[in-house]
């Protein structure tokens, strides 16, 4: 079982940035077989996907709430996942957690029940 490591969470004042980074516990994942997604959980809300992005070609998708403020991207060579996050807003708090989904696939999806493997998740706190 695929399971995945997420770092780079912590608190942050309103306006200000973090980049969380997400990789593969014990091995380089192959992100050409793994279509990869970011999904946040605020305390009392459900776990809602914040981007994606494909494993062919590299498409990207995002939550109509954080466009133009984040930023998602592959790192082939360190086989990591990076998702930028620009301009927070304290309505940003969550728990932020990466998923693969394992495939080709051209276009990624944003439904959390199309992932099947987890990260713990990684807290992000914006807060002045």
């Known amino acids: 079982q695929l399971q995945l490591v997420e770092s780079g969470g912590g608190l942050v004042q309103p306006g200000g940035s973090l980049r969380l980074s997400c990789a593969a516990s014990?091995?380089?994942?192959?992100?050409?077989?793994?279509?990869i997604g970011w999904f946040r959980q605020a305390p009392g809300k459900e776990r809602e996907g914040v981007s994606c992005?494909?494993?062919?070609?590299?498409?990207?998708k995002y939550a109509d709430s954080v466009k133009g403020r984040f930023t998602i991207s592959r790192d082939n060579a360190k086989s990591t996942v990076i998702l930028q996050m620009n301009n927070l807003k304290p309505e940003d708090t969550a728990v932020y957690y990466c998923?693969?989904?394992?495939?080709?696939?051209?276009?990624?999806?944003?439904?959390?029940?199309?992932?099947?493997?987890w990260g713990q998740g990684t807290q992000v706190t914006v807060s002045s």
């Open positions: 998923a693969a989904r394992r495939g080709g696939q051209r276009e990624c999806v944003l439904p959390v029940y199309e992932y099947g493997s």
């Open positions: 992005i494909s494993s062919i070609g590299g498409s990207t």
């Open positions: 014990g091995f380089a994942l192959d992100l050409d077989l793994y279509t």
